[in-house]
């Protein structure tokens, strides 16, 4: 079987390890193993928390430590992993096929923009604001 990659990462299932671009080299746990082997199985999509606690039943780990589990494995994976490994409610987990932006506030609406378009909406915004004062005065 081939290594998956997994953001900066390689994850080689045989071996349990997770063998960093720059170098680092983790061996993971048998329920660390099986959980990043269910989750690139269903990469893009959301796996549901009973079928990750089934994975960890299978090699014997505790599946009520789900959530410990998924936090280590988390923070193994570097300081990156929020982009790559999202908890989605109470449904369950998944992960991304790449590194995905965490979404910011108005990053939205003015991405496509460009700095001239920005600075004329700032100028407008500011006129408006002028008249309106004009005007209560």
């Given amino acids: ?66 959530e410990r589990e998924m936090r280590s494995l988390g923070m193994l994976m570097g300081p990156d992993w929020r982009y790559l490994l999202e908890e989605v409610g109470s449904e369950g987990y998944l992960l991304h096929s790449g590194m995905r932006p965490i979404a910011r506030l108005f990053s939205r609406p003015v991405r496509g923009l460009s700095w001239l378009h920005c600075f004329a909406l700032a100028c407008l915004g500011m006129l408006a604001v002028l008249l309106v004062l004009l005007i209560w005065s």
């Fill in 1 to 66: 079987m081939q290594p998956m990659q997994i953001g900066e990462a390689h994850f080689t299932a045989s071996t349990l390890t997770l063998e960093f671009t720059d170098g680092r080299r983790h061996t993971l746990t048998q329920a660390q193993g099986a959980l990043l082997l269910m989750l690139g199985a269903e990469r893009g999509r959301v796996v549901s928390r009973s079928s990750l606690r089934g994975a960890l039943k299978q090699v014997g780990a505790n599946e009520r430590k789900l």
